[in-house]
Each structure stands twice: as structure tokens, then as C-alpha cells.
């Protein structure tokens, strides 16, 4: 098989020796003779798991004693309304930011549990910028969703907050460092940036909770499981594993310095050439760019069937863009080794110069 080039937007690449050692756990786990996914959650093989993937996110994260890792499930879907539930007050209320699908599903659903004030919002120009905002000072939490996945708009610096700040992390955790005792909740459903469906990951102040006034469903109730060690019940066992792995990859290869500096360097190489080439222009406006998600489409789209033979024969995968924003879309999560996006770029240089 030739090498496939894996630009898909989630679930999206892993690193190679993470698929490799989780593949290896399904068969047997820590010589076990019994695999990862037929045993207790409570044996201390896997308790050894759950505590290593927890203490990767705070030393990776560099996070106070003050903070507590969970990861559960429910996807940052479940997010949405997990975090309204335990930090917006009765008779209270959050100040949200719209930019994009994902920012949109988090307005929806915590207006289900309260008074929300949308503070910023970049529908007006099918969100292809990061607005800017005033925080009004009496709400409960400000909410940002750090990366818009669908329309490749990133927060290139966060906002100052003198209220509480909530962050949808889902496609740029751990992608470049920033400085998370900022933040009182971080969520991030894991199947972008960390590992698999099926879990998704809390950072949380647990300063900040028990102050809401509600009665939360247990499953809801991040101080719930942070009282069990993220373990009130069975966990996602083979989604933990396997973003432990990738964790431990994250820190063998520089931590966060080093995934900044490697997705820096794929970042500057594909805008090079999107700014460059005459035959694309880019969804996002340059400054609210995101190294995550490079959204661009042709100038003329009558030459879609041309370059997407090219792009094809290539090795390229994933790279159709979200029907949102129609075109193309490149996703460039840490996993994504720089060649793949040299690949992408000689692929553009050869169309223009077929077709330019
Ligand atoms: C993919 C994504 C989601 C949805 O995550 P699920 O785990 O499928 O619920 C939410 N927010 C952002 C920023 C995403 O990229």
C-alpha cells in the first residue's frame, strides 16, 4: 500500500506508534495474556492508565495543584450542557462568543439551563474571523471555543476575562502551548487532537464548582467524578489507553514547545503556498487563521474535477471541505508529519502550473 496522506478533520490522524502499541493492547495488554478491552477498570493495570493519562495532561499543561483532570464520555456535545449545568447560576447568566457550528451547538444547548448573552459573533461573514468582545463583568462564565474546526478561525491570543473562562478546546488542545491557569474549564473531545472517539477530556478549577445551586444528574456532575478519580463509573477504557499513548508521544517529542514549533512549520509551509498560488484564496481572513484547520477554495471551482483527480492520485485523503464553507479544507493536527503537507503544496504548485 502507498502512503496515504491523512488530512481528515476528526476522527482524524494518530501518531503511527500509537496505533501500533493500541493495537497491540487489544491482543494482550501488559503481557497480561487478556486484552485491554476484557478486563476490569478497576485492576490496577488500568488504574495505572487512568492515573498516567491524567498526570500526562497536568505536567504536559503545566496545571496548579488547584486543577483536576477527568475524561469521560458523552463527547464535547455533552460539553455544551455538562458545563452550563455545573457553572451557570439560577437566575443567572454566561456571556458566549459565536464563531461557528460548534460555538452555535454550545449557545443552543446551555440555553436550555439559563439566561445566555451571545457577546460576540462572526455569522455575518459565514465565520471567517474572530470577533472582538466586551465581557460583561456580572456574568457567571465567559465561553470561547478556541479553534472553529469547520471554518479554520483560531483565537490567536486568548481574551482577557475577569469572569470565570470556559474554552471548547476540541481541535487545537495541545497543539501549541498557551497558558491554561487562565482558564476554569477546558473541555476537548479527544478524537481530534489526542486520541480516539470516544472520550473527552475536562480540565477544571475546582474552585470554581458547587457554586451553580442545581441538582445535577450524577453523570453531570464534574465534582462527582472528580471525587472518584474520574472513575464514578466504567470509563472508556480503549479511548483512555490509547490518548495516554498519545500523550506520552506528545511529551517525548518536545511537549507543547515541540508541537508548536513542528505545527508552525506546517502552517507557514501551506499558507506559503495558498498566498502564493493564484488558483485558491483562503475562507479565513489572515489574522484569525488556524494551524489547525486550513480552509481554502478555488478561484474558479470549474477546475474542482481537475484537482481533485490530482490531490487523489497523490495519497491525499480527507482533504473536501465542510459543506458550510464548500472547497477544501486541510487538517494539520499534530499527528500530521510535515511531508504530508509538502505533498499538498507541490500538488497545488503542479495544478497552477497546469492550469494557471
Ligand atoms: C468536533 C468538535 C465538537 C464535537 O465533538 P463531539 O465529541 O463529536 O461531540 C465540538 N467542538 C469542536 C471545536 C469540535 O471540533
Known amino acids: 500500500m502507498s502512503k496515504i496522506h491523512n488530512f481528515s478533520a476528526g476522527p482524524s ?49 503545566h496545571l496548579p495543584e488547584r486543577y483536576e483532570v477527568l475524561f469521560l464520555q458523552g463527547g464535547a456535545t455533552l460539553g455544551f450542557y455538562t458545563v452550563a449545568m455545573n457553572l ?54 465567559l465561553h470561547i471555543t478556541s479553534n472553529n ?50 472520550t473527552v477530556l475536562y480540565i477544571v478549577d475546582k474552585e470554581i464548582l458547587g457554586k451553580s445551586g442545581r441538582k445535577l444528574p450524577v453523570y453531570l456532575d464534574l465534582a462527582a467524578h472528580i471525587e472518584k478519580d474520574s472513575m464514578y463509573n466504567t470509563p472508556p477504557v480503549f479511548a483512555v489507553y490509547a490518548s495516554m ?35 485558491f484564496k483562503g475562507h479565513s481572513v489572515p489574522e484569525s487563521r488556524s494551524w489547525m484547520n486550513a480552509t481554502f477554495t478555488l478561484v474558479n471551482d470549474a477546475l474542482s474535477v481537475e484537482f481533485d483527480k490530482m490531490w487523489k492520485a497523490a495519497g491525499i485523503s480527507g482533504l473536501a471541505g465542510h459543506r458550510s464553507v464548500g472547497g477544501y479544507r486541510a487538517s494539520m493536527y499534530n499527528a500530521l508529519p510535515i511531508e504530508s503537507v509538502q505533498v499538498l503544496v507541490d500538488v497545488m504548485k503542479e495544478f497552477e502550473t497546469k492550469f494557471g
Not at 265 to 271: T, V
Request: aromatic share 10%; with cysteine.
Open 88 to 141: 451557570l447560576k439560577e437566575g443567572g447568566k454566561a456571556a458566549y462568543v459565536n464563531t461557528g457550528v460548534w460555538a452555535t451547538g454550545a449557545i443552543k444547548e446551555a440555553k436550555l439551563v439559563g439566561n445566555i448573552e451571545v457577546i460576540g459573533d462572526s455569522s455575518d461573514k459565514n465565520h471567517s474571523y474572530i470577533p472582538s468582545f466586551h465581557v460583561p463583568s456580572d456574568a457567571d462564565y
Open 149 to 198: 474546526t469547520i471554518f479554520g478561525t483560531q483565537y490567536q491570543q486568548f481574551p482577557e476575562s475577569n469572569v470565570p473562562l470556559v474554552c471548547d478546546m476540541s481541535s487545537d488542545i495541545f497543539s501549541k502551548k498557551f497558558d491554561a491557569s487562565k482558564f476554569s474549564l477546558i473541555y476537548a473531545g479527544a478524537q481530534k487532537n489526542m486520541g480516539p472517539a470516544g
Open 245 to 279: 499513548l498519545t500523550l506520552r508521544w506528545i511529551k517525548e517529542n518536545g511537549g507543547l514547545d515541540g508541537m508548536e514549533k513542528r505545527n508552525d512549520a506546517k502552517q507557514k509551509l501551506f499558507y506559503g503556498e495558498l498566498d502564493r498560488n493564484s488558483l
Open 13 to 61: 490522524i494518530l501518531p503511527k506508534q500509537v496505533i501500533e502499541q493500541a493495537s497491540q493492547a487489544i491482543l494482550d495488554f501488559d503481557n497480561m495474556g487478556l486484552s485491554l478491552i476484557e478486563i476490569s477498570h478497576r485492576s490496577k493495570n488500568f488504574e495505572a492508565v487512568m492515573d498516567e493519562a491524567r498526570n500526562l495532561v497536568k505536567e504536559l499543561l
